[in-house]
């Protein structure tokens, strides 16, 4: 008996009894398949990850729906107050808003509160960058708060220590979809009877405590957005229990009228409106691609529990770690810290160009808000000059440093996309399998 051929494949394997099952099979595939694809080797993952987003015969419909409604905007139709409803009772809240995008869900909240120039607002370094333009635009001053490294969350202590009797509303982020630590920021907030918006825009359908992150502060803000786990291209939505809350909120996103008809009716109440409104197609879009919310949720935590797991024997790859208070996570990312250390010092640049062949992308993420010229060049702005005068722009500067987050982010986090999670445990083995074989292969790849 000689070698034989597995059919298609180009290998050749050994009888099974002379060097047991796969004895020399490893010079042969060994050789081939521990080699990085960086230095010519196979993919790791060869095959595609899915793509996004999930669509069939129910969003097209609704698409149809709501255009031979021939009611295409809330104001005449009725598809915004459905998904409104159906929205809310998905969050287990009194109430939804939906609006054009999660911007305009963090902005009309901060104008029913009533932000404003000499206010500041507590958000996250850690953070899109739309979490500090709402701030911005209010001209009201950010203060960026420092990173929880383990969790990649707001650090609650720094929050705290961030407060002065300036502080108007904090704004923690569930980052990434992974909850922030919301016991203890809920109890800072009402030591110091301060609001809290919560920014949810990644998070929605994740828990803590058994209830939806948004559902703690005065209100929270979601993001559909055709990246966010819920999409409809642009979109977003407010939900709260607050009946006075949510009617101050549609006032401000609907030019300061609080009636839900076309007519106009002056001296409602507020002095400071926008057009906020999302379009009747959008909300039909979201009620399609809702139904399909909860099982992708499912799916990808199943897959992300089976990575952690292979992970947890590769070391230097350390993901974002849970609060004890997480119940449930609808991941947007995986986020995950990488050491050099353990890869033979070979850069994160490096291991995103290695791990990038093997057919696994992966990306740096956010980085140093409070160092981007975009947002140190707001000391020099002329109105917060004006308003704030040098000084307070200069010492602004100074309290924004966050020395936890630049170790995190200039050289540790890494993070997956969430559709990669709608794949297959196959996915989630070649995964790891490319992380190993760049782990064992680093000293050589690292140049
Ligand atoms: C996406 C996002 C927003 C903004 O949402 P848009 O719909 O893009 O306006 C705000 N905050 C966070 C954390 C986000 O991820």
Redo the contacts with the bound molecule.
């Keep these: 008996m000689g070698a034989a051929a597995v059919a298609g494949t180009g290998l050749v394997l050994a009888p099974s009894t002379a060097l047991g099952r796969f004895g020399n099979i490893t010079p042969i595939v060994g050789s081939d398949s521990d080699m990085p694809a960086l230095l010519g080797g196979p993919k790791a993952h060869p095959g595609s990850f899915p793509s996004w987003p999930f669509y069939d015969g129910s969003e097209e419909q609704a698409l149809i729906d709501a255009i031979k409604s021939g009611r295409w905007g809330r104001l005449d139709g009725n598809l915004t107050a459905q998904f409104e409803a159906e929205y809310a009772q998905m969050m287990g809240m009194k109430h939804s808003l939906a609006v054009a995008?999660?911007?305009?869900?963090?902005y009309t909240m901060m104008g029913a509160i009533g932000v404003g120039p000499g206010d500041e607002v507590i958000i996250p370094v850690y953070?899109?960058v739309?979490?500090y333009n709402v701030v911005v635009l209010n001209y009201a001053l950010p203060i960026l708060v420092d990173t929880d490294i383990e969790t990649f969350q707001i650090d609650p202590q720094k929050m705290e220590q961030a407060i002065t009797p300036a502080t108007k509303v904090l704004i923690p982020?569930h980052?990434g979809g992974l909850p922030a630590n919301l016991d203890q920021i809920m109890a800072i907030a009402q030591k110091r009877n301060l609001p809290v918006i919560e920014?949810a825009?990644?998070a929605p359908g994740s828990e803590w405590k058994g209830k939806k992150v948004g559902s703690y502060g005065i209100g929270g803000?979601f993001?559909?957005?055709s990246t966010?786990n819920l999409n409809s291209g642009?979109?977003?939505a407010i939900i709260t229990d607050n009946k006075d809350f949510i009617d101050t909120c549609y006032r401000f996103h609907n030019q300061g009228q609080g009636n839900r008809g076309m007519s106009y009716s002056p001296g409602q109440g507020g002095t400071r409106a926008t057009n906020g409104r999302i379009t009747e197609f959008q909300a039909n879009i979201l009620r399609a691609q809702m139904a399909r919310l909860i099982a992708q949720d499912k799916r990808r935590s199943r897959n992300i529990a089976y990575l952690n797991n292979l992970f947890k024997d590769i070391p230097g790859i350390t993901p974002a770690k849970l609060y004890d208070g997480v119940t449930n996570v609808s991941y947007?990312l995986y986020m995950f810290r990488y050491d050099k250390a353990h890869f033979a010092g070979m850069t994160r640049d490096r291991f995103i160009r290695a791990l990038g062949a093997e057919g696994v992308a992966t990306w740096a993420g956010y980085g140093r808000l409070n160092k981007e010229p975009y947002v140190t060049g707001l000391a020099k702005n002329k109105h917060y000059l004006k308003f704030y005068g040098e000084k307070t722009m200069k010492e602004w500067l100074e309290r924004n440093h966050c020395p936890q987050n630049d170790k995190l982010t200039s050289e540790e986090s890494l993070w997956f996309g969430q559709t990669m999670f709608l794949g297959s445990t196959r996915d989630m083995d070649q995964i790891a399998e490319a992380v190993r074989k760049i782990q064992k292969n680093a000293s050589q790849l690292k140049n």
């Design positions: 995008n999660g911007t305009t869900a963090l953070t899109f739309a979490t982020v980052m920014d825009c990644q803000a993001s559909f957005q966010k642009e979109g977003g947007h």
